[in-house]
């Protein structure tokens, strides 16, 4: 298996097998990726390479050509090249691309997209579109949360902040999903899934969770999305999980593993009573280009 991009997902990938090797290939440059390609000569690929914008996806406002470049030619790049030496490529997308519930259904894997409040949002929903002609199975991950601490990890996030605002979203716990993704990729099944569990997310439900469980002087205050300083917008958006509970392979229900992950994540951190969580392992947050996606 040869993965592409060194950021949070692709070392979170390469570490859970042991066949793995983690390139750094910048996947906008065809001669590289043909050369990293016909050097390992791999069985399956993985796309984990992106740009996200740092801190948050702010930053890619007014970088169109980076943005494209990274998000859009760069896996269309890859899906060439994979389909000339027929290669099977799973390529790690987002979930951004949609604004509300869909009157309650969630939005389902061939929904138009239907937010463009951010260029990050643009590019994915622009590389979700193309990739379809290739057939390549595309994992829509949102909001990903782990056990282990992290700066792209959404609690690791939510902690730092004294303000949230209270709004349903679909979210993928990391946890849950990697052996899902695994079967995906061992059927060879391709097109769009949504990978994110059942259920709806509320960041301040979250928050109270980790104070009840974990840190009962944990303070924040629930505030409006219009209050935030935002230079770009936010998709909040729920998508429906019928095709992977149709596939039978759905993820625990978000009422079961939340519990869990904030247990896992407070140990992980070495949290003590009162105390705040400890800070992400150094070097952890890997930027976010053509090679590494946050």
């Keep these: 298996m040869l993965v ?11 570490a859970r097998h042991e066949d793995a090797v983690l390139a750094d290939t910048d996947i906008a440059d065809a001669p590289a990726v043909a050369a990293t390609l016909d050097e390992i000569r791999p069985e399956r690929v993985v796309n984990a390479a992106g740009r996200t914008g740092h801190p948050n996806v702010d930053a890619l406002e007014g970088r169109p050509a980076d943005t494209y470049r990274s998000n859009v030619v760069g896996p269309l790049v ?46 994915k929903a622009a590389a979700e579109a193309s990739l379809r002609d290739f057939d390549v199975l595309q994992l829509r991950i949102r909001l990903p949360l782990a056990s282990v601490p992290h700066p792209r990890n959404l ?29 995906l990729v061992a059927r060879g099944e391709g097109g769009v899934w949504n990978l994110v569990n059942p259920g709806a997310e509320y960041h301040d439900e979250l928050l109270a969770l980790w104070r009840e469980r974990v840190d009962p002087t944990h303070a924040f205050e629930v505030v409006d999305l219009a209050s935030l300083d935002l230079r770009a917008g936010r998709s909040n958006c729920v998508l429906s999980t ?33 105390d705040a969580p400890s800070a992400a392992p150094p070097g952890a947050d890997a930027g976010g280009d053509v090679r590494g996606e946050g």
Aim: charged fraction near 15%; proline fraction near 4%.
């Design 4 to 14: 592409f991009g060194r950021g949070w997902m692709g070392t979170q990938w390469a």
């Design 78 to 123: 890859l899906a060439i090249a994979c389909r000339q030496r027929g290669l099977h490529l799973t390529h790690l997308g987002s979930g951004c691309v949609y604004s509300g519930d869909n009157a309650g259904r969630g939005f389902a894997e061939d929904d138009a997209p239907n937010f463009q409040g951010s260029l990050y949002a643009r590019s």
């Design 155 to 183: 609690l690791t996030k939510l902690l730092t902040f004294d303000r949230v605002v209270r709004i349903a979203n679909s979210v993928t716990v990391l946890d849950d999903a990697w052996p899902v993704a695994d079967q």
């Design 242 to 274: 019928a095709k992977l509970e149709t596939a039978g392979l759905a993820l625990p229900p978000l009422a079961a593993s939340l519990p869990r992950l904030v247990d896992a994540y407070a140990l992980q951190s070495g949290h003590a009573h009162g």
